[in-house]
């Protein structure tokens, strides 16, 4: 089980860097569909299925979503700025180190609830051994992907645009609801529910941001 | 049982309303419209409260929940009778029926997470339709996609700081330590410091959703973007429904942890909500075009709801749910006000508008219960709430001041009441007949044969057009209406004072 955590908990770092860094659009997609999928493995024990359920069916609701903004944003992108697809906002190096440092900032504050039991202490009996006695909790790893997802999407969220913009709004409320998770345990069914409609109502409005972007008069702040 | 079915129809009918919209927007008016009727009637004829438990969530209703479903149901039908006739009820009664759905599972809920996370999830469309509405409508409008941004920031933000907020508090290491019960360690200066952070971290959710001083730009370019109909849902019953659930929140922490704000974060809270009394007042006042003065009255409004905060006493809370609901009910009567006198006349300028009073007696009838409605007299609960916070939060002569203060409205809208009855502005005077409110084609013709030789049938060929004919009657009649409902709320408030 805890095999099953910590991989998720890759596959959403790496997910998240690559759905943000990527120069192709459905690349980014594919990671954002990665990293969302992951997301919802990050607990443990492992929830109901039918929550399990619920978390999958938003995550690909959400890509698909974002995935009927991405033909328009492209065209528009190669008639205007031909440049933007092929350079990524900061570059996976620069994405990488900012998950990680942001992804150190989550374990610090679960280390400061010291209830959580992040690193170094007993440990909870679900935590992962590192060795040593050393124990990270489901808890502590929740909030490290929160920091680390809050962290690479800032910037992309205050100064990106289209896609990109629209791919870092669902990744900083995926990292919300990551701590939300850390913080107070598994939430209830009917709050399962409403966290993604939540996310799906981010992307949806996301997504008809970056659209309309690309039928703006061009010039306009639209564009 | 109710609630469920309440919160059900509003997000059905809304869903579906806000996804034809695009492409058949009458249709999706026409189910919006209905949506709201239903709504508005289920909520009407449940009596007292009820409960419905969803796995370990219970939503009860309450004399709140209740008062502000119905107070927000009747204003998206009634707005979305006169957007019928002015136009815009494709883009506003959908979404503000979703945002009702939300809010009333917000406001039921006993898991506050839950409640702020419903209400981030429900606002967003309320914002962006309208503004996507407004865009589609004149492209050459630019910075709307920044306008709709902020907007959407504006309330996915607060909500997941009150999803976090709420989280922390249920955290083993939060107040309510896990387990709903006490902390035991209050006297801990790091957990009182946190309990006070956490407390204001929500009253600063409640500015920027409000719109209050100083997050307040986002609102004022929203209410300058899109048709007033679409103001009510986003600004008025949104941040009225998180205000509700954020003193909630706030008192039940407090009350679990034994800790209230300290004395500098009341005076924080006291001094931004004196600068959005203040100020919104002043601009409410200084303003000459219609919909400002609709978004400043409103901003201000949050500012005293914010008092609230201050102290967090039950008698203050009862009052600020009075006051919400209350001011919520009269500017959406202002909405529609300002959506159908900008139709009728042309203007939206109270410059322009002189003599739109001597033209149109029955909207100058719903103008006066509007003035009314948002300013009080006292007795009504309007009134009372007003000088209960601020005098709970300013005692003594301060406090008076700050009731005066609050009164600004008096003139604000008053003015419109004054330039309406002075002689008629060129854009007043050129308005046509069929606009003014007055019953353009009678329906005659009764007589010639009773319903037992084909009258019901000749009815109902003829009402549809005559009820296009005097589409401006039908308008105006739904923003008197209006005003009677938003006086009604503030008379009686939510009854819980």
Same mark, same amino acid.
């Given at each position: 089980m805890t095999a099953v955590l910590l991989a998720a908990a890759l596959v959403v770092a790496i997910g998240s860097v690559a759905a943000l860094a990527a120069g192709d659009a459905r690349l980014g997609l594919v990671g954002l569909a990665a990293a969302l999928v992951g997301a919802g493995l990050v607990a443990d024990p492992l929830p109901a299925a039918a929550i399990l359920g619920v978390r999958l069916t938003a995550a690909l609701l959400i890509v698909a979503v974002l995935r009927g903004a991405v033909p328009a944003v492209a065209a528009r992108r190669r008639s205007i700025e031909p440049e933007v697809d092929a350079q !990524?906002?900061? @570059?996976w190096p620069a994405e990488v180190l900012l998950g990680l440092a942001g992804g150190v900032a989550g374990l610090a504050v679960a280390a400061g609830l010291?209830?959580? #039991? !992040?690193? @170094? @202490? #007993? @440990? #909870? !009996?679900s935590g992962i051994s590192l060795g040593a006695g050393a124990t990270i909790s489901a808890a502590a790893v929740e909030l490290a992907l929160a920091g680390g997802l809050v962290a690479i999407s800032l910037p992309a969220l205050v100064s990106g645009a289209g896609l990109r913009r629209a791919t870092a709004a669902v990744l900083a409320v995926e990292a919300a609801i990551l701590a939300r998770i850390g913080l107070a345990g598994p939430p209830a069914a009917l709050e399962e529910i409403v966290l993604a409609v939540l996310l799906l109502s981010v992307a949806a409005a996301a997504a008809v941001f970056a659209a309309a972007g690309r039928t703006a008069p061009e010039g306009s702040r639209l564009a | 049982m109710t609630i469920g079915l309440v919160i059900a129809v509003a997000l059905g009918s809304g869903l579906a309303s806000m996804l034809l919209g695009p492409r058949r927007p009458r249709a999706a008016a026409w189910i919006g419209l209905a949506g709201a009727l239903a709504t508005l009637a289920i909520t009407i004829a449940s009596g007292g409260s009820d409960a419905l438990t969803v796995g370990t969530v219970t939503l009860a209703s309450s004399p709140v929940v209740r008062l502000v479903a119905v107070g927000w149901s009747a204003s998206a039908l009634l707005l979305g009778v006169v957007g019928r006739v002015t136009g815009g009820a494709a883009t506003t009664v959908g979404p503000s029926l979703v945002a009702l759905g939300a809010s009333s599972l917000a406001l039921a809920s006993d898991d506050h997470g839950l409640a702020f996370a419903a209400l981030a999830a429900g606002g967003v469309g309320a914002i962006v339709a309208p503004t996507l509405g407004a865009w589609l409508a004149d492209r050459e409008e630019a910075p709307l996609t920044t306008v709709a941004v902020r907007g959407a920031g504006a309330v996915v933000m607060p909500g997941v700081a009150g999803l976090l907020a709420a989280a922390w508090g249920r955290s %083993?290491?939060? %107040?309510? /330590? /896990?387990?709903g019960g006490v902390l035991? *360690? &209050? =006297? =801990?200066p790091g957990v009182r410091l946190a309990v006070g952070l956490a407390l204001l971290v929500v009253a600063a959710a409640v500015v920027v959703r409000s719109g *209050?001083? %100083?997050?307040?730009l986002w609102a004022a370019r929203f209410v300058g973007s899109v048709t007033p109909l679409a103001i009510p849902a986003s600004l008025a019953w949104g941040s009225a429904a998180f205000t509700l659930v954020a003193l909630g929140w706030s008192a039940s922490t407090t009350s679990a942890a034994g800790v209230a704000l300290d004395d500098a974060g009341r005076f924080l809270v006291v001094v931004v909500a004196i600068a959005s009394i203040a100020l919104a007042g002043l601009a409410a006042i200084l303003h000459d075009d219609l919909e400002h003065v609709l978004g400043y009255t409103i901003v201000q409004a949050a500012g005293i709801a914010l008092l609230a905060f201050a102290t967090l006493r039950s008698d203050t809370n009862h009052a600020a749910a009075d006051w919400l609901v209350a001011t919520a009910a009269a500017t959406s009567a202002m909405a529609a006000w300002i959506a159908l006198a900008r139709w009728t006349f042309g203007t939206h300028r109270v410059s322009e508008l002189r003599g739109w009073a001597r033209r149109s007696p029955a909207l100058a009838i719903a103008a006066a219960a509007i003035l009314v409605g948002v300013v009080g007299v006292p007795g009504m609960a309007v009134f009372d709430a007003r000088v209960s916070l601020a005098t709970s939060a300013l005692p003594g002569v301060l406090g008076a001041g700050l009731v005066v203060v609050a009164l600004s409205p008096v003139i604000a809208v008053g003015r419109i009441l004054v330039a309406g009855v002075g002689r008629a502005a060129p854009e007043v005077a050129a308005a046509? $007949?069929? $606009?003014?409110? &007055?019953? &353009?084609? %009678? *329906? /005659?013709?009764?007589? $010639?044969? /009773?319903?037992? $030789?084909?009258g019901l049938a000749w009815a109902l060929r003829v009402t549809p057009a005559v009820v296009r004919a005097n589409a401006a009657l039908v308008a105006t009649l739904a923003v008197v209406l209006l005003g009677v409902v938003g006086l009604a709320l503030a008379v009686t408030g939510t009854g819980a004072g």
């Open positions: !990524p906002h900061l @570059g010291e209830v959580l #039991t !992040p690193l @170094g @202490g #007993t @440990g #909870t !009996p | %083993p290491s939060g %107040p309510l /330590g /896990g387990s035991g *360690a &209050v =006297d =801990d *209050a001083i %100083p997050s307040h046509p $007949r069929e $606009r003014l409110g &007055v019953l &353009v084609r %009678p *329906a /005659g013709g009764w007589s $010639r044969g /009773g319903l037992s $030789r084909g």
